[in-house]
């Protein structure tokens, strides 16, 4: 039995396989129009293309117009660190298989293309090399893609900001105003799509621009091997597109590579079920025995856009994009509705906390649940105890090798009812 088991799963792990939807967030300011699309991670293995409107879903505000981002387009190449792990995504705009598994994806790219509210279109990239109108070696080299506005024709007529080659050189010289390096220069690169590049055709700018939709790519160098400079430079490039539209923003930080390299190592936290919760930032690299169902485990909610939970055999990576985080060893336990909230006592102070949420205690704390809840507190054990429900837990009693992070500050209180798993908050020892 148990080896039919482990043979479906491995069939299903093989032919089963399916793109991961995508996410959509909406800005908007007042008035809210006009709209740029921007749409990041087509390809899995082009970081620049998903890091950076990971930032602007969290840290940018709209005032005027609109931005609508959708950073993860191609989410499970992305996990994956494949161009493509169903085949190149960018090249199924044209034609595509029924049974193609991007299929549904693509098509949610196409609505979205063709929603009359979007007037400008931008897809992120990570390209090859370094574009020059001549050749140079192979490096740098009319062929490259990286450092450059990717456009198909120089203009489409009749429609707002369809002037794409001006745009594009607007955009490129504010961007060589300020490099890391010379080489690192910006041209604009175009194909010329209709007469000279076939495969280009069958590309999402070139299934928007033949729609009437003004589009173009944003490529970084795959050559800069620093994230987050690539990031920066997909920023700066964003930011000039939405400057030569009139749309108004701003962001909660400076945009400087320091602070990009910091604000790309912030993932927040994430609810799995609705019922557990992970706190991702210092967090260990091994989670034992948490509360999982037998299957359909899932994010329900995520601070971080490219956050997503991806079974692995007998455990669970929880994800930012292609880096593991964490891993999630489970134990199988069924669930209940989970708790609505519980009363915790924290060095004395009483205050009522969601479930699943987290509180903050200097020497002791004790939590109230529900009659008939059993409280667990990982990493606390006292003889003839099992159940921690209104037991008042001292700071120093709590075993650091069950904490959940690297500091030994968080430490997990599951609820149970009978055999089934209600939920779980956290408790933090406040630093010291
Ligand atoms: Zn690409």
């Not at 482990?6 to 995508?22: E, K, M, N, P």
């Not at 700071?395 to 030994?408: C, S």
């Not at 599951?414 to 908050?425: L, Q």
Request: hydrophobic residues 40%.
């Amino acid at each position: 039995m148990r080896k039919i088991v482990l043979f479906i799963t491995l069939l299903l792990s093989v032919f089963g396989a399916s793109q991961r939807d995508f996410t959509l967030y909406k800005r908007h300011g007042s008035p809210d129009s006009p709209t740029l699309l921007v749409f990041g991670g087509i390809h899995g293995n082009e970081p620049g293309g998903y890091f950076a409107p990971a930032l602007l879903v969290q840290h940018y505000r709209i005032e005027k117009g609109s931005l609508w981002i959708a950073p993860n387009l191609n989410f499970e190449s992305i996990l994956r660190f494949r161009r493509g792990y169903f085949g190149d995504m960018n090249r199924k705009f044209a034609t595509i298989k029924p049974n193609d598994p991007d299929k549904k994806t693509v098509e949610r790219i196409k609505k979205l293309i063709l929603d009359p509210k979007v007037d400008l279109i931008l897809n992120l990239h990570d390209g090859h090399g370094f574009y020059r109108n001549e050749w140079k070696n192979a490096i740098f080299n009319p062929r490259a893609w990286g450092q450059a506005c990717i456009i198909d024709q120089k203009s489409i007529g009749n429609t707002r900001f369809g002037n794409l080659d001006e745009l594009a050189q607007r955009v490129s010289m504010r961007l060589n105003h300020k490099l890391f390096k010379n080489h690192h220069i910006f041209n604009v690169k175009n194909t010329e799509t209709k007469m000279k590049d076939e495969q280009m055709r069958l590309s999402l700018t070139y299934f928007a621009i033949t729609h009437g939709k003004p589009a173009m790519a944003i490529e970084t160098s795959k050559n800069i091997t620093d994230v987050a400079m690539k990031v920066l430079y997909q920023l700066r490039a964003i930011e000039a597109f939405m400057d030569e539209m009139g749309i108004k923003y701003s962001r909660d930080f400076d945009l400087n590579l320091a602070t990009i390299k910091k604000l790309l190592k912030v993932y927040g936290s994430v609810v799995i079920n609705g019922n557990i919760l992970i706190p991702l930032d210092g967090v260990d690299k091994i989670l034992r025995n948490i509360p999982l169902s037998r299957q359909n485990n899932r994010l329900t909610r995520a601070d971080h856009p490219l956050a997503a939970l991806k079974q692995n055999g007998n455990h669970y990576d929880l994800m930012i994009g292609p880096n593991k985080i964490t891993t999630l060893y489970p134990a199988y336990i069924p669930a209940k509705t989970v708790l609505p909230n519980v009363r915790v006592e924290a060095d004395g102070k009483q205050k009522t906390l969601k479930v699943p949420g987290r509180f903050t205690f200097q020497k002791r704390f004790a939590v109230h649940a529900p009659e008939g809840i059993r409280v667990n507190v990982i990493g606390f054990a006292k003889k003839g105890v099992r159940n921690e429900n209104n037991i008042e837990i001292h700071a120093a009693k709590l075993l650091p090798k069950y904490a959940m992070d690297q500091e030994n500050r968080l430490f997990r209180v599951e609820f149970y009812e009978g055999k089934f798993f209600r939920g779980m908050i956290i408790a933090e020892k406040a630093k010291e």
